[in-house]
């Protein structure tokens, strides 16, 4: 099986930044795409940003050019910069990863528990 483990959540003043690390583990042959997403209270979970294996991202209009996606494939990490944070930032954040295991050899999106982030005004 695949773990993602989640941290770097915390509270923070608006303008602050903060740094999202995911590491994901298990018996892991290739990670395609991973990502973040947040929900906030009483919200549907939103995409915030993806990454591809190849580097690619793609970012929701609301954190373009605050938040910087990346990724170590060699360590399967992905890690979200948060800077100038909002308090319409506040969510818990979930990162995800399309894996191919070792096992089934297909791909399969596996969800870490979330982190909570929370900015004040």
């Known amino acids: 099986q695949v773990q993602l483990g989640e941290s770097g959540g915390g509270l923070v003043q608006a303008g602050e930044s903060l740094r999202l690390s995911c590491a994901a583990s298990?018996?892991?042959?290739?990670?395609?795409?991973m990502g973040w997403y947040r929900q906030a209270p009483g919200k549907q979970r939103e995409l915030v940003a993806t990454?591809?294996?190849?580097?690619?991202?793609n970012y929701a209009d609301s954190v373009k050019g605050r938040f910087t996606i990346s990724r170590d494939n060699a360590k399967n990490t992905v890690n979200l910069q948060m800077n100038s944070l909002k308090p319409e930032d506040t969510a818990v954040y979930y990162c995800?990863?399309?894996?191919?295991?070792?096992?089934?050899?297909?791909?399969?999106?596996?969800w870490g528990q979330g982190t909570q982030v929370t900015v004040s005004s």
């Open positions: 995800n990863a399309e894996v191919i295991t070792r096992t089934l050899r297909l791909p399969y999106t596996y």
């Open positions: 298990g018996r892991i042959f290739s990670i395609n795409d």
């Open positions: 990454i591809t294996g190849g580097g690619s991202t």
